[in-house]
Nanobody, 121 residues
C-alpha cells in the first residue's frame, strides 16, 4: 500500500515536498515513480528512481526543478519540487514497480491515491 502526501496550494516559484510512504518489508526492492494527471490530460511521468536510489529519470518538463529520492530505512520516497509553475498543477501519484523502474506507467504494479498540487500564478 502506498500513501502519498504533501500536496497543497503554493504560489508560482514556491516549493513543495511530496512523500510516498509504503507499507511492507520489501520497499527497498521496488523502483518508485511519481506521475501526475491534470484535469483533461493524460497521466504523465514526472520522475522515477531505482531500488537503490542510484539511478533516476526525470521528464524534461521538470528537470533541474524537481528531485526524486528515497529512504529505504523509512520505506518512503520523496519528490522535492522547486520553482513551481502553474502548469505543474495536477494530482500527483506515486507508484511502485516490482520488476524494475522507468517512465512507463504500465510498468508499475501498485499505485497510491494521489495528492493534489495547485500552483497559483
Amino acid at each position: 500500500q502506498l500513501q502519498a502526501s504533501g500536496g497543497g496550494l503554493v504560489q508560482a516559484g514556491g516549493s513543495l515536498r511530496l512523500s510516498c510512504a509504503a507499507s511492507g518489508r520489501t520497499f527497498s526492492r521496488y523502483g518508485m515513480g511519481w506521475f501526475r494527471q491534470a484535469p483533461g490530460k493524460e497521466r504523465e511521468v514526472v520522475a522515477s528512481i531505482n531500488w537503490s536510489g542510484g539511478r533516476t529519470y526525470y521528464a524534461d518538463s521538470v528537470k533541474d526543478r524537481f528531485t526524486i529520492s528515497r529512504d529505504n530505512a523509512k520505506n518512503t520516497a520523496y519528490l522535492q519540487m522547486n520553482s513551481l509553475k502553474p502548469e505543474d498543477t495536477a494530482v500527483y501519484l506515486c507508484a511502485a514497480d516490482l520488476s524494475g523502474w522507468g517512465s512507463l506507467s504500465t510498468s508499475y504494479d501498485y499505485w497510491g491515491q494521489g495528492t493534489l498540487v495547485t500552483v497559483s500564478s
